[in-house]
């Protein structure tokens, strides 16, 4: 059903009606200092128990959560739904919490996924990538989102003593793990006030990650063991010739470059996203891989840092081509245990990784045996709470791309 925006409607002529999302009536109803301003408009009466002015409405272009019927009189805005089509009946919702780490954004999907059952995580896993991919792509992709986002998918931990389970995915798949999503989800859960600040565990694909949340923004989180996997790897990248690498676990598969002639700004991110893709392809033609023949699908660029107070600056492309706005907490860990393996780095000294925007990630490991146990600190905050309609007749319900 069309949503008109304004002009006369229903009954009676002289009413004028206008396209209204909820959150605008949630604020002038509770908090009219809240109101989107604008210019003046009308002054409409919300609810004939309670009434008061908006006084002032945004005249933006809008996408309706209701038609509100605006005169001097009062009306609920229920009154005023029109009829739900059938499809509109079969909307799924899901519910999500936006934030960013160091400007890379995580998505949290809090509820309204599909029942992937009690069991443990790596089946739940497995039955989400083969039963409901495309609600991945639904969730991350365009036009609700973008290659850049991270989802974690927020599940009951099947594990004792864990304040959640949780999946990372991105626009080309699933991630074992991931550093600044894990920061982003112990910031979302205690914006939820599931946790607070204080130790906690969160089960992953990959392991049992250990989170510290200092305050409702910073956590340390304690990734899975790390370490070398190859030192110095050579391939040959075509156009740029041979290319020295380590190949290292971080929770993710990296290919770490210190010699390469680029210049790590933000303004240079197009050429550095069309070598570090060259090498990408070069290392799968070659058939350099990680253990158990995983493929490489993080590639790590290093220069010195912009910034004195930090060890090294970083670019970080991920699996789906869009670069790492944060200083990668799987790619700071790989980092790391290539710094150990190179005695470069002591047990305990805080190693200050720049990312590609100049946020910063703070880094140390500790020993567990011949293990290297990497921890990593950073801040995030909340950016949005959403609810995502699902529409099986929308042509690009399950994204683009
Ligand atoms: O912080 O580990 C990380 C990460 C992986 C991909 C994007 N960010």
């Known amino acids: 059903m069309p949503i ?9 002529e002289t009413d004028v009606w206008q396209a209204v999302p909820a959150s ?13 301003t604008v210019r003046p408009l009308i002054e409409i009466d919300i609810c004939s128990d309670d009434s008061k002015d908006i006084g002032e409405l945004t005249t933006t272009p809008i996408v309706a959560d209701c038609i509100l019927r605006m005169s001097n009189t009062s009306f609920s805005h229920q009154d005023c739904r029109p009829a739900m089509t059938p499809a509109q009946h079969s909307l799924q919702k899901i519910v999500v919490l936006d934030s960013h780490t160091a400007g890379e954004p995580t998505r949290c ?18 039955r989400l990538r083969t039963e409901h991919d495309h609600l991945r792509r639904a969730i991350l992709c365009e036009p609700r989102g973008s290659d850049v986002i991270v989802g974690a998918w927020i599940l009951p931990p099947d594990t004792p003593d864990c304040a959640a389970a949780v999946i990372f995915f991105n626009n080309a798949g699933y991630l074992g793990m991931c550093g600044h999503g894990t920061i982003g989800v112990a910031v979302t859960l205690a914006h939820l006030g599931r946790i607070t600040p204080g130790a906690h565990r969160i089960q992953t694909p990959v392991g049992i990650v250990r989170v510290q949340l200092d305050s409702p923004n910073t956590a340390t989180i304690e990734n899975i063991p790390a370490y070398r996997h190859i030192a110095n790897a050579r391939v040959h990248v075509p156009q740029f010739g041979e290319i020295i690498g380590d190949v290292a676990w971080g929770g993710n598969w990296f290919f770490l470059i210190k010699d390469h002639p680029f210049d790590l700004r933000l303004e240079n991110v197009d050429q550095l996203t069309d070598f570090t893709w060259a090498v990408r392809n070069a290392l799968t033609s070659a058939e350099i891989t990680g253990a158990n023949r995983a493929e490489i699908d993080h590639i790590e660029l290093f220069s010195d840092p912009l910034d004195p107070a930090n060890h090294s600056r970083n670019f970080v492309l991920c699996p789906g081509k869009a670069y790492d706005r944060s200083p990668c907490g799987t790619g700071t860990s ?39 146990i990497p921890s990593i600190t950073g801040s995030a905050f909340v950016t949005a709470e959403s609810t ?7 042509p690009f319900r399950d994204g683009i791309g």
């Open 109 to 126: 999907v809090l509820s309204g996924g599909p029942d992937l059952g009690a069991g443990p995580l790596a089946k739940r896993l497995e």
């Open 388 to 394: 995502l309609l699902y529409d099986p007749t929308d």
């Open 4 to 12: 008109p925006h304004s002009g006369p409607r229903g009954s009676p």
């Open 334 to 372: 790989a980092k790391m245990a290539c710094l150990i393996a190179d005695g470069k780095l002591a047990p305990g000294e805080t190693w200050r990784q720049e990312g590609i925007l100049g946020t910063v990630f703070e880094g140390r490991v500790r020993m567990e045996g011949k293990q290297v």
């Open 24 to 36: 605008i009536i949630a604020a002038a109803t509770l908090d009219p200092a809240r109101t989107p």
